[in-house]
C-alpha cells in the first residue's frame, strides 16, 4: 500500500458520508465524493457528523466535491475503486447504475464496491465490466442524513468487503485471485482510521442471504407500519404473525439455495440493536422522505429466487406488493413535482 487510493463515492447520505469519513481519516485513501441534493450545502459548510465512532464533527469535507460524475477520459486521473453508495432501485432508476457511472470507469483499472444491501445488485455491473473487479460491501451501521449535510450515525460501523461469485468473466481463476487482492486491499485502507471494524467476507451470498433476514422483512414492514425497529418489538402481535413468519420464509429460500441460516438467527436479528436506539431502518426513512424504496433488491430478488425453485413466499409477496404500491404512488409524486 504505496499510495493514497483514488476513490469516488457516488451518494453522501447516511451511509457514504460515514465511509467517506473513515476512508479520508485513515489517511490510505482521498475520496472524491459525487454528492446531489447536499452539494450545496457540504461545500459551503462541511458536513455535521454525530457519530456513536467518531464523536461530534462539524464541517468535515471529503477530498473532492463533485456535483455530477466525473469522465475520466477527459484528463480526470483514473479511479482505484467507485463506490455507490446511493441506492439501488433498478425499477425507478434511468440511466442505470451501470450506465451511470460508466464515464469514471477506467476498463480493467477500476474496481467497484457496492456498498449497497440487497440480492442481484452485481449481476447488471458484473454484466456492464467485464474486465473490472466488483466486490460487495455489507454494511452494518445505522446511519442517517436528518437534513442535508448532517448525518447521525448511531449504530457502530462494520463492513464486510468481499467479491460477489465470479460471472461472465473469462478467466475465472485469474479474476478470483484479483478480486480477493482488491477486497483485501480495500479493507486495509478502510481499517486505517482504527474507528471502525471492517473484515474481508470469503462468502457473499451466504452474507447477503443472512443480511436478508432484516432487511426483506424489518425494512418493509417499518416502512409499511411507520414504527422503528425497536417500536415493532413491543407492538403486540406483530413479531409472532408478520416479522418472524417473513423471517422463516427467507430462511427455506436461503436453506434451498444452499446457504444454511440457523433459526437462532431471527431472534439475533430482532434484538440485535437495543430497542431504545429505536433505529430507524432505511426503507423506514425512504418512505417518511417520499423517496424510491429498494423493493426490488430487497424483496422481488429473493421472491424471484423462490419462484425459480418453485417455492412460495406469500408473506414476502405480500410486502412486495404494498411496497410496490407506494412505489407507484411516490412516482406519481416526484413526477409531479418535478412538472412543476
Ligand atoms: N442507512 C443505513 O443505516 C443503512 C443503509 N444501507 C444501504 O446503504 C445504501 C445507501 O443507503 P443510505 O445511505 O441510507 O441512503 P441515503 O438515501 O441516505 O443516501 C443516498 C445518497 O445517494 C445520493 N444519490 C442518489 N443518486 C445519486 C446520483 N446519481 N448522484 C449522486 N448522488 C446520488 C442521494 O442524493 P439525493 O439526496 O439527491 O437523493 C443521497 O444523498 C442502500 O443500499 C441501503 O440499503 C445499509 C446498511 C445500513
Ligand atoms: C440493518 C440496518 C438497519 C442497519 O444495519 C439496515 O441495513 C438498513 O437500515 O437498511
Request: hydrophobic share 40%; aromatic share 6%.
Given at each position: 500500500?504505496?499510495?493514497?487510493?483514488?476513490?469516488?463515492?457516488?451518494?453522501?447520505?447516511?451511509?457514504?458520508?460515514i465511509?467517506?469519513?473513515?476512508?479520508?481519516?485513515?489517511?490510505?485513501?482521498?475520496?472524491?465524493?459525487?454528492?446531489?441534493?447536499?452539494?450545496?450545502?457540504?461545500?459551503?459548510?462541511?458536513?455535521?457528523?454525530?457519530?456513536?465512532?467518531?464523536?461530534?464533527?462539524?464541517?468535515?469535507?471529503?477530498?473532492?466535491?463533485?456535483?455530477?460524475?466525473?469522465?475520466?477520459?477527459?484528463?480526470?486521473?483514473?479511479?482505484?475503486?467507485?463506490?455507490?453508495?446511493?441506492?439501488?432501485?433498478?425499477?425507478?432508476?434511468?440511466?442505470?447504475?451501470?450506465?451511470?457511472?460508466?464515464?469514471?470507469?477506467?476498463?480493467?483499472?477500476?474496481?467497484?464496491?457496492?456498498?449497497?444491501?440487497?440480492?442481484g445488485?452485481?449481476?447488471?455491473?458484473?454484466?456492464?465490466?467485464?474486465?473490472?473487479?466488483?466486490?460487495?460491501g455489507?454494511?452494518?451501521?445505522?446511519?442517517?442524513?436528518?437534513?442535508?449535510g448532517?448525518?447521525?450515525?448511531?449504530?457502530?460501523?462494520?463492513?464486510?468487503?468481499?467479491?460477489?461469485?465470479?460471472?461472465?468473466?473469462?478467466?475465472?481463476?485469474?479474476?478470483?485471485?484479483?478480486?480477493?487482492?482488491?477486497?483485501?486491499?480495500?479493507?486495509?485502507?478502510?481499517?486505517?482510521?482504527?474507528?471502525?471494524?471492517?473484515?474481508?467476507?470469503?462468502?457473499?451470498?451466504?452474507?447477503?442471504?443472512?443480511?436478508?433476514?432484516?432487511?426483506?422483512?424489518?425494512?418493509?414492514?417499518?416502512?409499511?407500519?411507520?414504527?422503528?425497529?425497536?417500536?415493532?418489538?413491543?407492538?403486540?402481535?406483530?413479531?409472532?404473525?408478520?416479522?418472524?413468519?417473513?423471517m422463516?420464509?427467507?430462511?427455506?429460500?436461503?436453506?434451498?439455495?444452499?446457504?444454511?441460516?440457523?433459526?437462532?438467527?431471527?431472534?439475533?436479528?430482532?434484538?440485535?440493536?437495543?430497542?431504545?436506539?429505536?433505529?430507524?431502518?432505511?426503507?423506514?426513512?425512504?418512505?417518511?422522505?417520499?423517496?424510491?424504496?429498494?423493493?426490488?433488491?430487497?424483496?422481488?430478488?429473493?421472491?424471484?429466487?423462490?419462484?425459480?425453485?418453485?417455492?412460495?413466499?406469500?408473506?414476502?409477496?405480500?410486502?412486495y406488493?404494498?411496497c410496490?404500491?407506494?412505489?407507484?404512488?411516490?412516482?406519481?409524486?416526484?413526477?409531479?413535482?418535478?412538472?412543476?
Amino acid at each position: 500500500m504505496q499510495r493514497q487510493a483514488r476513490i469516488l463515492l457516488i451518494g453522501g447520505g447516511g451511509i457514504g458520508t460515514i465511509v467517506a469519513l473513515n476512508l479520508e481519516r485513515g489517511a490510505k485513501a482521498r475520496v472524491s465524493a459525487v454528492l446531489r441534493s447536499n452539494f450545496e450545502t457540504v461545500t459551503r459548510f462541511g458536513y455535521t457528523i454525530h457519530s456513536v465512532d467518531h464523536g461530534t464533527l462539524s464541517g468535515f469535507r471529503p477530498g473532492e466535491i463533485l456535483s455530477a460524475i466525473p469522465t475520466v477520459s477527459d484528463g480526470v486521473e483514473p479511479f482505484d475503486y467507485i463506490i455507490c453508495t446511493m441506492k439501488n432501485t433498478p425499477d425507478v432508476t434511468k440511466p442505470s447504475l451501470p450506465e451511470l457511472i460508466r464515464p469514471a470507469v477506467t476498463t480493467g483499472r477500476s474496481t467497484i464496491v457496492l456498498v449497497q444491501n440487497g440480492l442481484g445488485i452485481q449481476d447488471t455491473m458484473m454484466e456492464a465490466f467485464p474486465s473490472n473487479v466488483v466486490l460487495s460491501g455489507i454494511s452494518l451501521c445505522g446511519s442517517t442524513e436528518s437534513s442535508p449535510g448532517v448525518i447521525h450515525q448511531i449504530v457502530p460501523d462494520e463492513l464486510l468487503v468481499g467479491p460477489f461469485p465470479a460471472t461472465h468473466r473469462p478467466d475465472m481463476q485469474q479474476y478470483e485471485e484479483r478480486a480477493i487482492a482488491s477486497a483485501t486491499d480495500f479493507v486495509a485502507r478502510y481499517s486505517a482510521s482504527g474507528k471502525t471494524s471492517c473484515h474481508f467476507d470469503a462468502n457473499v451470498p451466504m452474507s447477503r442471504w443472512k443480511k436478508l433476514v432484516y432487511n426483506a422483512t424489518i425494512n418493509p414492514i417499518c416502512a409499511l407500519t411507520g414504527l422503528d425497529a425497536g417500536e415493532i418489538r413491543i407492538c403486540p402481535g406483530l413479531l409472532d404473525h408478520l416479522v418472524r413468519p417473513a423471517m422463516r420464509e427467507i430462511l427455506i429460500l436461503a436453506n434451498a439455495h444452499g446457504y444454511v441460516l440457523p433459526d437462532e438467527l431471527m431472534d439475533e436479528m430482532i434484538e440485535g440493536d437495543p430497542i431504545e436506539l429505536h433505529v430507524e431502518p432505511s426503507m423506514l426513512v425512504d418512505k417518511q422522505r417520499t423517496q424510491y424504496l429498494e423493493v426490488e433488491t430487497l424483496l422481488g430478488a429473493p421472491i424471484r429466487a423462490g419462484r425459480s425453485l418453485n417455492i412460495e413466499t406469500p408473506i414476502l409477496n405480500m410486502l412486495y406488493y404494498l411496497c410496490k404500491g407506494i412505489q407507484y404512488k411516490t412516482q406519481r409524486m416526484i413526477s409531479e413535482r418535478d412538472k412543476n
